[in-house]
């Protein structure tokens, strides 16, 4: 295991991008990874597993486009992916997948693969957000 230095001496996670190909404990640091995800400038698939964490962050109560914006002023579009994926959500998918600018797909678990029929896997990176509840549903099995 390797030990990275983290910077959160006001509460946020002060880094360019998260490590690749890791498993990051942001327990640790008790600080917001998802954040830091979201305010880089690569194209990113965030999955997490309940549609309130994406309400949390997108501000809506469907799927579809929003802009969050973060403490210091500064925003990053976003697309939320959950519930009903009619052809209006793909529609509104395509042309947020085709517009310019930095990418964020916000996304449950299960839509995953869907996504994947639209995007190109390999230009965006994958993280699953709050891991651990995969971890501990598998266990059950």
Same mark, same amino acid.
């Given at each position: 295991m390797?030990?990275?230095?983290?910077n959160s001496s006001d509460g946020f996670l002060h880094m360019e991008d998260l490590p690749h190909n890791c498993i990051f404990n942001k327990v640790v640091t008790g600080?917001?990874? $998802?954040?830091?995800?979201?305010?880089?400038?690569?194209?990113?698939?965030?999955?997490?597993?309940?549609?309130?964490?994406?309400?949390?962050?997108?501000?809506?109560?469907?799927?579809?486009?929003? $802009?969050?914006?973060?403490?210091?002023?500064t925003g990053?579009?976003?697309?939320?992916?959950?519930?009903?994926?009619?052809?209006?959500?793909?529609?509104?998918?395509?042309?947020?997948?085709?517009?310019n600018g930095t990418k964020k797909i916000i996304c449950t678990y299960d839509k995953v693969p869907r996504l994947l029929d639209f995007i190109v896997p390999h230009n965006f990176r994958l993280l699953i957000d709050e891991y651990h509840c995969l971890l501990k549903a598998y266990s059950y099995r």
């Open positions: 390797e030990k990275l230095p983290i600080c917001g990874g $998802t954040t830091v995800v979201l305010r880089n400038s690569e194209d990113y698939v965030i999955a997490v597993p309940t549609t309130e964490l994406i309400i949390n962050k997108t501000g809506r109560i469907d799927a579809g486009f929003s $802009t969050i914006k973060f403490h210091d002023g990053q579009s976003v697309f939320g992916l959950f519930g009903k994926f009619d052809n209006d959500v793909r529609k509104d998918l395509v042309r947020y997948i085709e517009s």
